[in-house]
C-alpha cells in the first residue's frame, strides 16, 4: 500500500519502521525533519509537508495531543485539504472525544473517510510491532486498513461504525491503568504500615488475582519508588484522565474514581512530580500515609513457597 | 496431624473436606450440627462444643466475622479457654485489624500461638484445594502449619512474625478487587454511554493489559448485570472494604479510594442491593450514567481478529 | 446614560426594569420579541437587533450560557462587530474562564473595553435592584460603570483589572453554594438515620454557625425535600459546577469536592432530577440514607428555648 | 443546685465558672489537681477522687475522648458506680455514637439518669457563658439540667428522649464546620490561581450569601494561613469526622464528604501538621495548587463600595 505517516516521535518511529519492514511503500513527514532521517534510511520517502504525506491510499498519524492533531489535520494546510477523496485517514494518537468527532465530520464533508485506530502499548511493543489496535469507522474503511493494524500490531480490536467508539476505548483503557495505579498505591502503603514489605506484598497480589500486565508493571515501579526518568510522564496521565472527565461530561457519565485520579495528578504535578512517571500517582499514597519514599527490593525479605 | 476445625460454611466444609482427604486426624464443630454430618461420614469427629475442637496441635477457624471469631476464641468456653500451651490457632476468616491483635495477645497470655491465616479463593477454589494462604506468625508456629497449608492450598505466602500482617494483606486484597470493580464499572459505563457493547469492551481489555482473574471474573458479571444469585453478596464487600478503613485508621494510612467505594457499597445496599454480589457496585455505575441494566451477551456485536 | 441591554429572562429583565427606573436611556434586545414588550411600556426603546442595542456608552448582556453569549458577542452581526470604539461591554451572566477570556481578547482588538459583573442573587434580588455585582476590568471602565451596577445592585466588589478574576469569583461562589448543599444533606441524612428531625436539626444548625442566607434557604429545601419547581434546576448546577472544574483544570487547581459534586448532580439528573432545583442534590444524601423523601415539617417537633 | 463537675480543661474550667457565678454549688474533679485550684478559689469545693464529684443532683463530664470518658463514666471507680439512684450524668464532651448508646445503657442499669449535651463554642464563648447546648435525654430529666444549660450557654437546643441525637448533632456540626474549611479552601485556592486576592474574596463571600460565623473565622485563617498556634488542632478535627463516620457506618449513611475530608486530615497530620489549626486542611488546598502558603492581608488590595 501506499501509505503516508505523519508523527515520527518514539510510537510513531516504530510504527512507521515496521511499516517500511512489511514492505509498504511509505511516505513520512514530521515537523523535526531529522526524525525522518533513519526512516529514510530505511527506505521510506520523506515528505516536504503535511500535503507530500497525503498522496496515498491512507495517512496514518501519531501525535501529541488534540492540539497537534488538530493543526496537522484541519488546518489550512492540513490533511483535510489535501487527502484525495475516498483516501483514509487512520489516527492513532490517543485524543479526545470531540476532536475524533470533529475530525470525523471534517473528513465526511471532504468526501474522506476517517477511522480511529489508537493502540495499547509502550514503545517496545510498539517496535516489536506487538501493539494492540483498536479501531472503529466504516467496515470498508476497516477492512482497507487491515494491513496497516497488520503490520504494527499483534491483534485488531474492531469496534463498529463510529470511530469515536476507538477513541473512547483508549480513553478508558488508560483510566484503568491510572486507577489500577491509585488503588496498588493504597494497598501497599496501607501493607507498609501494616509491617508488610512492598515487594512481598506484590509478589502475593501478582501471582493470585492480579497478576495483569498492569499490576506487575505498575506494581513493581510503585514499590521500587522508581518514577524517574519518566516512560509516561505525569503530566500524560493528567492529560489522557482529564480526556476520561471531558469525555463523561459529554456523555453524562458520573466517574468519580476519575476524578479523584485527576485531582491526585494535578496535585503531583504541582508539588514537583512533573518530570515522573505516571506510576509516581502510587507514591502519592506513601506520602500521604507518612512513610517514607519506597526504594527497589534489594533482598526482598518476601518468602514464598 | 491432630486438628480442629470450626466454622463449616462453604468455605469451611471445603477446606474441612481436603484436611480429611490429606489424611489429617480432623475434629470439626459446628454451631448448626448439621453442617458436619457431610464431614462425618467423610471420617471426622463431630465435636460437642468448642472445647472438643481444641484437643490437637492446631484449631483452624473459618467464621463469618469478627464478631463470631472473638466470641469462639474469646468467650468463656472458648478456644483461649481449652487449647493446650503450645498448640496454634490458625485463623483463616477475614478479620480485622484490632480482631486479629486481640487474638495473638490473647493467646500469647495463654501460652499459646496464634498464626493468622486468611485465604484468596472462591468455594470452588476451596474444593479443589486451590486457595492461596497468606500467613503470618512466629516462624516454628508457621513451620509447624505448613501441612495445614498444603492440604488445603495451591500456595502460600509468608508474610513474617507477626500475624496482623497476614490479616492487612488479606483486607488490602479484598479492597483492590473492590477497587476492580469500581474501576470496570466506570470504564464500561463509559463505554457504553458511548456506544461501546460492555462484552466487546471487555474483551480488549481482558485481552490486553487487563487479563487478571480479577477483571475476568468481575467484568463479565458487570457486563452481564449477573448480580443475584450473589457468590459474595454487597453487605460482605461493604464489611471487607470497612475493615480496610478501620485498619487505615488505626495505621494513619489515607484510603481515598476505599472511603469512595465503600459509601457507594452502602448505598447499593440501602437501595435494593443488599442481596446482590457485590459486583453490582458496578451496575451503579450504568444506573447513575442513565443507562438500562446490562444483559448477557447473546450474540455479542463484538468483532475481533 | 445610553445603555444597550441583551438578554430578557427572568434575572435580565428585573435588572433592566432597575435601569430604566432608574433614569437610563435603555434599548433592549431579545431574541424572543415579546419578552421586551413589558419594558417598552415602562419607556426602553426595543432593538431590531444586536446591533441596534450597541449603540450606546456600554451594552450589558444576560444570558443562558457560554454558547449564547458567544453567538451574541462574537459572532457575524455581534456586539464586536458593531460596538463603538471605547465603548463597555458588561457581561452580568455566569460564564467560563475560557469564554471569559475569549471575550477579553476580541473587545480588546475592536478597541472596545470589556468589563465582567456576574451577580449573587435571585430573581426577587433582581427585582428588589438588591444583587451584588463582582465586577472587573480596567479601572477607568470600572468608574464608568458606576452607575449601571448602583441601579442593579445593592452592593459592588471590585476585583482589579482582569475580567478572568469576577469570572472566577462567580463560579467559585457557586460551587461554594453548590458544597453547602452537598454538606448539608450529608449532616441532614445523618442526623435523620440518628433520630434528629430535618427541621429540628436545621433550626439548631442555622441559629449556632451555620446562619448565612445560604444555610437558611437550601436547608429549608433539602429538610422539606421541596425540589420542585425548580428555582435553579439541577442542570444548571451541573453546568457551573462544571465550569468550575472547567477553570480548575485550566489553573492547574485540584477540586476534589467539586469533581465530587459535578458527578453527584449528573447522577440526579440521569436519574430523573432534570427538573428538579439544585437543593436535590441534597435529597440523594437521604435517598443514598434508604431513608424516605423528606418532607415538609407540619408541626415540628423541634423544641428550643 | 449541687452539681458535680469532671475535667478542667480550657472548656471545662470555663463551664464550671460559670456554674460557680450562677451560684451553684459545684465540686469539681480533675486528674490534674492543680487545674481545680482557681475555681477553689471562686469557691467550688475541690473533690479527692470520681467519687466525690457523684454527691450531687448532676454530674457534669467535659473530658477529652470517648476512652476518657468511658474510663471516667465505666471504669471500676467510675461515675456509674458512685452515683446516686436518679442522679443524673451531663455529658457535654463531643462523643462517638456508641460511647453514648453504652453510656445510657450503664446508667439505666444503674437507676440513674443520662443526659447528652454537647455544645458549641469555642473556650472564648464558654468564658462568656455564651455556648449553644445541644440536649437529649428524658423529659424530666432534661427540665432538671435547665439551671444547669441556663449558666454555661446562651440557648439550648432539645432534641429529645434519646442522648444519642444529641450526640449526633454535635458530630454532625463539627462534620458541616470541617466541610465549610475545606470547601472554603477550595475556592480560595482556585481564586488565588485565578489572580483573586484571598482575602477580597473572602470579603466579597462573607459579605454577600456566606456571612456565617463559620464563614467567617475559618475564612479568615484560610486567607491568613494562620494556622498555628492552633485553637482546635488537626487531630482533633481528624477525630471529629472521624465519629462522624462512625456514626454513618453504624447508621448506614453515606457520607461522601465526610470520607474525603478524614483522609485530608490524615493526610496533613502525615505531612507536618499535627500541631496546626484544623483550619490548615483549608491550607492544603493552596500547596495542592502549587500556591505559596498564603498571608495575611497587609493592606489588602480589595476594594469595595
Not at 57 to 80: H, N, S
Not at 134 to 152: K, S, T, Y
Amino acid at each position: 500500500m501506499h501509505i503516508g505517516f505523519i508523527g515520527l516521535g518514539g510510537m510513531g518511529a516504530a510504527m512507521a519502521s515496521n511499516l517500511v519492514r512489511a514492505g509498504h511503500d511509505l511516505t513520512v513527514f514530521n515537523r523535526s525533519r531529522d526524525k525522518a532521517a533513519p526512516l529514510a534510511e530505511m527506505g521510506a520517502r520523506v515528505a516536504e509537508d503535511i500535503a507530500g504525506a497525503c498522496t496515498g491510499e491512507c495517512v496514518v498519524t501519531m501525535l501529541a495531543d488534540d492540539a497537534a492533531v488538530r493543526a496537522v489535520a484541519l488546518g489550512p494546510d492540513g490533511i483535510v485539504a489535501h487527502l484525495a477523496p475516498g483516501a483514509i485517514h487512520i489516527s492513532s494518537s490517543t485524543i479526545g472525544l470531540d476532536c475524533s468527532k470533529a475530525l470525523a465530520e471534517a473528513h465526511a464533508a471532504a468526501g474522506q473517510r476517517f477511522v480511529a485506530a489508537p493502540v495499547f502499548g509502550r514503545p517496545d511493543a510498539a517496535e516489536a510491532a506487538r501493539l494492540f489496535v483498536v479501531a472503529a469507522g466504516a467496515p470498508e474503511a476497516l477492512a482497507a486498513c487491515e494491513p496497516v493494524f497488520d503490520a504494527i500490531g499483534q491483534r485488531s480490536f474492531l469496534l463498529g461504525d463510529e470511530p469515536s467508539a476507538a477513541t473512547i476505548a483508549k480513553i478508558g483503557g488508560n483510566f484503568l491503568i491510572a486507577s489500577t495505579i491509585e488503588a496498588l498505591g493504597e494497598a501497599l502503603a496501607l501493607g507498609a504500615r501494616g509491617g508488610i514489605d512492598p515487594h512481598a506484598y506484590l509478589d502475593l497480589l501478582t501471582n493470585t488475582l492480579f497478576g495483569a500486565p498492569v499490576h506487575k508493571t505498575y506494581g513493581a515501579l510503585i514499590a521500587d519508588g522508581a518514577f524517574t526518568p519518566a516512560r509516561f510522564a505525569a503530566p500524560l496521565g493528567a492529560k489522557d484522565v482529564g480526556l476520561a472527565l471531558e469525555a463523561a461530561r459529554a456523555l453524562k457519565v458520573p466517574l468519580p474514581l476519575a476524578g479523584l485520579i485527576h485531582d491526585r495528578f494535578v496535585r503531583l504535578i504541582n508539588t514537583g512530580g512533573a518530570e515522573r512517571d505516571w506510576a509516581a500517582l502510587g507514591g502519592l499514597a506513601f506520602e500521604d500515609a507518612g512513610l517514607p519514599p519506597q526504594s527497589p527490593a534489594a533482598a526482598s525479605d518476601a518468602e514464598s513457597r
